[in-house]
């Protein structure tokens, strides 16, 4: 004790502060340390809620999930119903996602699939009638249409290997069949409408030409005579 007080008073200041130093900085690492345990710990539950799969699935959950899905599409589970739209889908995405620790990994995994298949159904159905004026395909129902403005074969961008659904499969290229022979007919019809508008403008350009020299013929003769007079 006697040694402390036979310090300085700068000395004795520096080794207080050099001392609560030491004592922040240890409780600043018990804390963070703490803190890390707490997130690690979320995050672990989390985890194990997702991935945790049950031995047997709950058969109440899975039939109602099957039937959620299935109301997405008609009877025969080909085309899409007529009210389909991105937020029914999303719903029900989400109620399947909601409900993995119900059922089997088998079953989350065939829930998933019939899900993704109607996504893939919607975004071509939504491809092929941006290609047309007004909606062509609605549930089972074909309408006709004029392929919109500006439209070319290589904006047609529906891939048919990926492409489900046996009579919708069908449906869709018909109807991407018929948007290339629009596409074809109208730059066909351009083709032919500006070969005949250069043929017109070439006989105008001709008739202009032969008036115009008949004229300066004319013209030519009748400053002639009167010179001649």
């Known amino acids: 004790m006697k040694k402390f007080e036979n310090l300085t008073t700068k000395t004795k200041v520096i080794i207080a502060v050099s001392g609560a130093c030491i004592i922040l900085l240890g409780g600043f690492a018990i804390n963070s340390a703490i803190s890390s345990k707490k997130t690690e710990s979320k995050v672990e539950t989390v985890k194990t809620s997702e991935h945790t799969r049950p031995d047997k699935t709950d058969a109440d959950t899975l039939s109602k999930l099957t039937k959620e899905i299935s109301a997405l599409s008609d009877a025969e589970g080909d085309y899409l119903i ?125 008739k202009w030409s032969i008036t115009s020299s008949w004229s300066t013929t004319n013209r030519s003769s009748s400053i002639s005579a009167g010179a001649s007079a």
Do not use: M, P, W
């Not at 389909?84 to 029900?92: C, M, N, T, Y």
């Not at 290339?180 to 083709?191: A, N, S, V």
């Open 82 to 206: 007529a009210t389909i739209s991105q937020g029914k889908i999303d719903l029900v995405k989400k109620k399947v996602k909601g409900n993995y620790s119900k059922l089997t990994e088998l079953d989350n995994d065939r829930l998933d699939k019939k899900v993704s298949e109607v996504q893939n159904k919607f975004d071509n159905l939504k491809k092929v009638n941006s290609y047309f004026k007004t909606q062509v395909l609605s549930g089972s129902t074909v309408t006709k249409s004029v392929i919109i403005d500006g439209l070319t074969e290589d904006k047609i961008d529906i891939d048919f290997q990926k492409l489900l659904g046996k009579k919708f499969h069908r449906t869709i290229e018909e109807l991407v069949v018929d948007a290339k022979k629009q596409i074809r007919k109208r730059d066909e019809d351009k083709k032919n409408a500006d070969a005949t508008k250069a043929n017109v403008e070439a006989e105008s350009a001709k």
